[in-house]
């Protein structure tokens, strides 16, 4: 990203911090979350944003995410730290204990409950914000890298609509 200048290089550490902030998201919700079908639909949709991260650093270079900017699309508070409903203990995610410090409760106290429906709200919002974003990076780029930014948001797009796909499914 060093070698590009200007509006495209900011352009792309935004582009590439959406997918960046994506990916982390998804990888914290996958941790905190209790329900075995929100955690296979945040593992899914991670993959997704690792394979989208791959894409881009193709044309961003490695190093890019080290560069991103952050558009705050994802929910981020939601995911980063856990409580334990026991003692109300505060812990990051990462870093979860495999037990509370505090009162000694079992690592299931700090797990969140957010509904499969909520899962399929947030991804089809991030998604529709990230297109936003890469649809706008990708109209400062030129060549290779306008062409997998436009691809990137036709995929943040599909995403979307299969996010809505699935809340119709749920709720019918």
Same mark, same amino acid.
């Given at each position: 990203?060093?070698?590009?200048?200007?509006?495209?290089?900011?352009?792309?550490?935004?582009?590439?911090?959406?997918?960046?902030?994506?990916?982390?998201? &998804?990888?914290?919700?996958?941790?905190?979350?209790?329900?075995?079908?929100?955690?296979?639909?945040?593992? /899914?949709?991670?993959?997704?944003?690792?394979? $989208? !991260?791959?894409? !881009?650093?193709?044309?961003?270079?490695?190093?890019?995410?080290?560069?991103?900017?952050?558009?705050?699309? &994802?929910?981020?508070?939601?995911?980063?730290?856990?409580?334990?409903?026991?003692?109300? &203990?505060?812990?990051?995610?990462?870093?979860?204990?495999? $037990?509370?410090?505090?009162?000694?409760?079992?690592? &299931?106290?700090?797990?969140? #409950?957010?509904? !499969?429906?909520?899962?399929?709200?947030?991804?089809?919002?991030?998604? =529709?914000?990230?297109?936003?974003?890469?649809?706008?990076?990708?109209?400062?780029? $030129?060549?290779?890298?306008?062409?997998?930014? #436009?691809?990137?948001? =036709?995929?943040?797009?599909?995403?979307?609509? /299969?996010?809505?796909? $699935?809340?119709? #499914? !749920? =709720?019918?």
């Amino acid at each position: 990203m060093t070698s590009k200048g200007g509006k495209e290089s900011d352009a792309l550490a935004r582009a590439v911090g959406a997918i960046v902030e994506g990916l982390r998201f &998804y990888d914290l919700a996958n941790a905190a979350v209790a329900e075995v079908r929100v955690k296979v639909a945040f593992e /899914e949709l991670g993959r997704r944003k690792r394979d $989208q !991260l791959s894409k !881009l650093e193709s044309v961003a270079g490695p190093t890019a995410k080290d560069a991103a900017v952050m558009p705050g699309i &994802y929910p981020m508070d939601a995911v980063a730290k856990v409580e334990c409903y026991v003692c109300g &203990y505060v812990a990051e995610t990462k870093a979860m204990p495999s $037990q509370c410090p505090n009162c000694g409760a079992a690592r &299931y106290a700090f797990e969140k #409950e957010i509904a !499969l429906t909520k899962a399929w709200e947030i991804a089809a919002d991030a998604d =529709r914000k990230s297109a936003v974003v890469l649809h706008a990076s990708a109209s400062t780029a $030129q060549g290779r890298t306008r062409d997998v930014l #436009e691809a990137l948001a =036709r995929e943040e797009e599909a995403g979307a609509d /299969e996010a809505v796909k $699935q809340l119709a #499914e !749920l =709720r019918a």
